[in-house]
C-alpha cells in the first residue's frame, strides 16, 4: 500500500466528522516548520531566502505541540529548514505520536542517525527523504558532494530499523526524463515506500525561476512519472498526475494544507505569504479562500503545488465513480 492503512481510515473519519459539522474550510495536513534554519542551501529553497532575518528562531515546545492542537490536522509533516536540527525535536515527534497524530519528517537525512536513537519506529511515524535525482543532480541541487550517498545510507538505515521511509523528489527544467526513471527505480530498489514527485515550486522571493519547468514542459516529464506510477509506489494520486500532465483542470484547496512557523500561521498558503497570523482562527478571518480556491491571485497563475491540489483530489473524493475507483485502486497497489 502506498499510503498506510491507519492513515487512510484516520483521515476518512476525520473528513466525515467535519462534513458532519457543516465545516467547509478545515486542514487535512499541518505543515509544522518550528525552525527556518539548515545545514545546507539548496538551489530553490524558498524558505532560507524568505526567513533570512529569523532564520535562528525556533519555536518553543509547547507552541509547536499547541499549533497541532489548536487546527486539528490529523497529518502533521514536520518541515523547515532542516526539522532534525530543531532542538526539541525529539519530545515534538513523541507529543505528536501521542496525540494520534500521522507524523511526517521532512528532512535531507543528514542528522538521521541521532535522531533514531532517541524516537523508536512507531505506526504515526515516517520519514520524507529530500533526494531531487542521482547522485550528481542531487549533489549539485543541495551544493554539498556526499549529501546523495549519505540519504541512500540513512534509507537503508532507516528500513533496516522498521521506519517507514518515503521520499520527496523535485522535479527541475534540467531533471530528464531518463533520470527520473533511473531515480524512480533505484528508489524502488532500495525498498521506499512510497515517492512523491512534484514539479519546482515558484516562490515569490526568488527571482532564479530559469530552473523550474515551464508549463509546456511539464506534461511530458510527468507522463514519464504516471506510466512509472503504474509499477512503482509513487504516491502522487492519479488526479494530481492527469493534472500536471495537463489533461484536467484542478481548483486549488490551499487551506487543507496550513503552515505554522515560528512567526506564525502563514497564509494564504505554503507557497506564497500574505502574512503570518496569530492565531489559526486569525488566518481563516484573514483569508478569502474561494479567491484562492478559483487561482484568482496573479502568483498562483504557474503554480502546480501538491499541497493545494492533492487536498482538492482529497476533497473530492467519491463525486465521480470513476475517480474514486482509480484512486482506490493506486492506494491498494
Ligand atoms: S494555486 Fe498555488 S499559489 Fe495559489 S493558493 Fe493554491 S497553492 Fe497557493
Redesign the pocket.
Same mark, same amino acid.
Given at each position: 500500500m502506498r499510503i498506510p492503512l491507519r492513515q487512510m481510515i484516520d483521515l476518512g473519519r476525520y473528513m466525515r466528522r467535519q462534513k458532519r459539522l457543516g465545516e467547509k474550510y478545515y486542514p487535512l495536513v499541518l505543515m509544522l516548520e518550528p525552525l527556518h534554519a539548515c545545514n545546507l542551501a539548496c538551489v530553490g529553497c524558498g524558505r532560507i531566502v524568505e526567513y533570512k532575518d529569523t532564520i535562528r528562531d525556533q519555536m518553543p515546545l509547547e507552541e509547536a505541540l499547541a499549533a497541532a492542537t489548536e487546527c486539528g490536522a490529523p497529518i502533521v509533516s514536520i518541515c523547515g529548514g532542516e526539522p532534525l536540527m530543531y532542538k526539541h525535536i525529539a519530545p515534538l515527534t513523541q507529543g505528536l505520536i501521542e496525540q494520534q497524530r500521522h507524523t511526517m519528517i521532512c528532512t535531507n537525512a543528514i542528522l538521521l542517525e541521532r535522531f533514531v536513537k532517541q524516537v523508536a519506529p512507531s505506526p504515526y511515524l515516517s520519514f520524507n527523504i529530500h533526494i531531487d535525482g542521482m547522485r550528481e543532480t542531487h549533489d549539485r541541487v543541495v551544493d554539498r558532494d556526499g549529501i546523495f550517498d549519505k540519504c541512500v545510507a540513512m534509507i537503508r538505515m532507516l528500513k533496516d530499523k522498521g521506519y517507514r521511509v518515503q521520499t520527496n523528489s523535485t522535479v527541475f527544467k534540467e531533471t530528464s526524463a531518463e533520470e527520473i526513471e533511473e531515480l524512480v527505480r533505484f528508489l524502488g530498489g532500495l525498498g521506499v515506500d512510497g515517492m512523491l514527485l512534484t514539479p519546482g515550486y515558484h516562490y515569490q522571493v526568488l527571482t532564479n525561476d530559469d530552473i523550474y519547468l515551464k508549463s509546456e514542459e511539464m506534461p511530458y516529464k510527468f507522463h514519464k512519472v504516471r506510466k512509472l506510477a503504474e509499477d512503482y509506489k509513487i504516491i502522487n494520486t492519479p488526479i494530481y498526475l492527469d493534472y500536471l500532465v495537463g489533461e484536467r483542470d484542478l481548483l &486549488?484547496?490551499?487551506w487543507t494544507t496550513v503552515t505554522r512557523n515560528p512567526r506564525g500561521w502563514k497564509g494564504?498558503?505554503?507557497?506564497?505569504t500574505n502574512g503570518h497570523y496569530q492565531s489559526f482562527k486569525e488566518l481563516h478571518g484573514a483569508t478569502d479562500w474561494e479567491f484562492?480556491?478559483t487561482?484568482q491571485?496573479i502568483?498562483?497563475r504557474n &503554480?502546480?503545488?501538491h499541497?493545494?491540489?492533492e487536498g482538492t483530489v482529497a476533497l473530492e473524493f467519491g463525486q465521480s465513480l470513476r475517480d474514486s475507483w482509480r484512486m482506490v485502486r493506486h492506494y491498494l497497489s
Amino acid at each position: 500500500m502506498r499510503i498506510p492503512l491507519r492513515q487512510m481510515i484516520d483521515l476518512g473519519r476525520y473528513m466525515r466528522r467535519q462534513k458532519r459539522l457543516g465545516e467547509k474550510y478545515y486542514p487535512l495536513v499541518l505543515m509544522l516548520e518550528p525552525l527556518h534554519a539548515c545545514n545546507l542551501a539548496c538551489v530553490g529553497c524558498g524558505r532560507i531566502v524568505e526567513y533570512k532575518d529569523t532564520i535562528r528562531d525556533q519555536m518553543p515546545l509547547e507552541e509547536a505541540l499547541a499549533a497541532a492542537t489548536e487546527c486539528g490536522a490529523p497529518i502533521v509533516s514536520i518541515c523547515g529548514g532542516e526539522p532534525l536540527m530543531y532542538k526539541h525535536i525529539a519530545p515534538l515527534t513523541q507529543g505528536l505520536i501521542e496525540q494520534q497524530r500521522h507524523t511526517m519528517i521532512c528532512t535531507n537525512a543528514i542528522l538521521l542517525e541521532r535522531f533514531v536513537k532517541q524516537v523508536a519506529p512507531s505506526p504515526y511515524l515516517s520519514f520524507n527523504i529530500h533526494i531531487d535525482g542521482m547522485r550528481e543532480t542531487h549533489d549539485r541541487v543541495v551544493d554539498r558532494d556526499g549529501i546523495f550517498d549519505k540519504c541512500v545510507a540513512m534509507i537503508r538505515m532507516l528500513k533496516d530499523k522498521g521506519y517507514r521511509v518515503q521520499t520527496n523528489s523535485t522535479v527541475f527544467k534540467e531533471t530528464s526524463a531518463e533520470e527520473i526513471e533511473e531515480l524512480v527505480r533505484f528508489l524502488g530498489g532500495l525498498g521506499v515506500d512510497g515517492m512523491l514527485l512534484t514539479p519546482g515550486y515558484h516562490y515569490q522571493v526568488l527571482t532564479n525561476d530559469d530552473i523550474y519547468l515551464k508549463s509546456e514542459e511539464m506534461p511530458y516529464k510527468f507522463h514519464k512519472v504516471r506510466k512509472l506510477a503504474e509499477d512503482y509506489k509513487i504516491i502522487n494520486t492519479p488526479i494530481y498526475l492527469d493534472y500536471l500532465v495537463g489533461e484536467r483542470d484542478l481548483l &486549488c484547496s490551499p487551506w487543507t494544507t496550513v503552515t505554522r512557523n515560528p512567526r506564525g500561521w502563514k497564509g494564504p498558503c505554503y507557497l506564497i505569504t500574505n502574512g503570518h497570523y496569530q492565531s489559526f482562527k486569525e488566518l481563516h478571518g484573514a483569508t478569502d479562500w474561494e479567491f484562492y480556491r478559483t487561482k484568482q491571485d496573479i502568483r498562483c497563475r504557474n &503554480c502546480k503545488l501538491h499541497s493545494g491540489f492533492e487536498g482538492t483530489v482529497a476533497l473530492e473524493f467519491g463525486q465521480s465513480l470513476r475517480d474514486s475507483w482509480r484512486m482506490v485502486r493506486h492506494y491498494l497497489s
